[in-house]
């Protein structure tokens, strides 16, 4: 084996970790991302319930009311009986009270029933609170963990970074360059790949008789015809 291959290699190891490192990153934010989402929509949740339980407690003080007034309609409606002194002037009082008075049960009924609701709402909600609570508190220890998880990583790219230009240095120009053409050209890790039982480990098809040839020649790389990788027989 050349030692440009041996330094290659060591640059191609290098690179894969700063690779990883960078995709992890990359990660980790949309993982945040989706997390702090989560967060929002169980805050959410709990807010909805919330306002469900108060819109029956406003829907209750407003029944009250109306009963109140009912109530003050039939007080009046009976003092002006005392006053009145025709038959047909008082009988029409007494309905007007007696259509006061269903009112008022109607109402009461519809109390009694927004009570039960807001019993069971305040049991759902109190229940839920209580399970979203921690789910939040869960979820916002993972978004902890995830931001000096991202605070580490980001400074080991750049050790991964360094550590890369570093294996970088002595290897000569021509097979530095035709790494980082193969590097810009290729999608996914090898760059520099070994030949086994006369295929290419990068793209696993057979080289050809002139890459063949070309590897018996020193001092200068030797490619893939099928996918342009540089190639090298191991020891």
């Known amino acids: 084996m050349e030692p440009e291959i041996r330094q290659l290699l060591i640059l191609q190891d290098r690179d894969q970790k700063w690779s990883k490192l960078i995709a992890e990153l990359e990660f980790v934010p949309r993982e945040r991302k989706t997390l702090e989402n989560k967060v929002a929509e169980l805050l959410a949740t709990i807010e909805n319930a919330q306002s469900h339980l108060k819109e029956l ?18 007080r009046r409606f009976k003092q002006q009986q005392l006053e009145v002194k025709k038959n047909d002037e008082y009988a029409a009082l007494t309905k007007e009270m007696e259509r006061s008075q269903s009112t008022i049960d109607s109402l009461e009924d519809r109390g009694l029933e927004i009570l039960t609701a807001i ?114 027989y191991p020891e």
């Open 57 to 74: 407690e406003r829907e209750r003080q407003q029944v009250d009311g109306d009963i109140a007034a009912a109530e003050e309609k039939i």
């Open 119 to 232: 019993d069971e709402a305040r049991a759902t909600f109190n229940e839920q609170k209580s399970k979203i609570d921690e789910q939040v508190n869960n979820t916002r220890y993972q978004i902890d963990q995830l931001k000096q998880r991202e605070e580490e990583t980001a400074k080991r790219v750049e050790i991964a970074e360094s550590d890369f230009n570093a294996a970088r240095a002595g290897i000569p120009v021509d097979w530095l360059s035709s790494y980082d053409r193969v590097r810009k050209t290729t999608r996914n890790f090898p760059y520099v790949a070994a030949i086994d039982e006369g295929k290419c480990t990068g793209c696993h098809l057979r080289i050809s008789g002139e890459t063949i040839e070309a590897l018996k020649l020193k001092g200068a790389p030797a490619f893939c015809d099928q996918c342009g990788r540089i190639v090298y």
